[in-house]
Every structure is written in C-alpha cells, then in structure tokens.
C-alpha cells in the first residue's frame, strides 16, 4: 500500500522558518522524482520544487528560489522541503508527490497536504 505523509506545517511569522517533511512507503523511493507542490485558496496547485531520484539535482519556481531547499534521503525514503524567509505569500497546503520523472508534470502519488500559514 502506497503511503506519501507529509509533516511539519504551522504557523509562523513573515520572515520564520519551517521545515516540511514527507515520509514514502509502498513503492520504491529511489526510482522516483520528489517534489512539493502547494495550493493557495482560490488558487490552483503549483510546482514549488523537486528533486531527481538521485538526489542530484534540484529545481524550484523562481519565487522560492534561494529560499527553500529540498532535500532527500533514500535510505529513509524521506525528503524534507526547508523553507526560509518566508512570507504571507508562501501560505499554502503542501503537498508532497512522486513521480517516475524528473519533469513531475504527471505524479503517481501525492500526499494529502500540510497547511503553511505564514502571518504579516
């Protein structure tokens, strides 16, 4: 059985940190891209960043570039989203995904979300 649980939302000030976490069972992490994605209310699902199934290369949409990381761990077959800086703009459900391709147009699985809630 497929499992994709993401952790770590909250609440927290313009200018904070936070630190998502997405745990993966039921298939074989490392032949898959990971990514996050998020959707604001009233606003359809976006591609925040993603990460190659090697771990080796990263990507991000440009207004998170230079302040959010995305990370992995195949041997934990986890991967952690760190986010600074952060700004109202950033406030969102966070989904974690997996997709056999890097291009993570299409993932196969998604996890149920975590709400971000960044205040001014």
């Known amino acids: 059985q497929v499992q994709v649980v993401e952790s770590g939302g909250g609440l927290v000030q313009a200018g904070g940190s936070l630190r998502l976490s997405c745990a993966a069972s039921?298939?074989?992490?490392?032949?898959?891209?990971m990514g996050w994605f998020r959707q604001a209310p009233g606003k359809e699902r976006e591609f925040v960043a993603g990460?190659?199934?090697?771990?080796?290369?990263?990507r991000y949409t440009d207004s998170v570039r230079a302040r959010f990381i995305i990370s992995r761990d195949n041997a934990k077959s986890t991967v952690t989203l760190q986010m600074n800086s952060l700004k109202p703009e950033d406030t969102a459900v966070y989904y974690c995904?997996?997709?056999?391709?890097?291009?993570?147009?299409?993932?196969?699985?998604w996890g149920q979300g975590t709400q971000v809630t960044v205040s001014s």
């Open positions: 039921g298939f074989t992490f490392n032949m898959y891209a």
């Open positions: 990460i190659h199934r090697s771990g080796s290369f990263t």
């Open positions: 995904a997996a997709d056999r391709d890097y291009s993570l147009a299409r993932p196969d699985y």
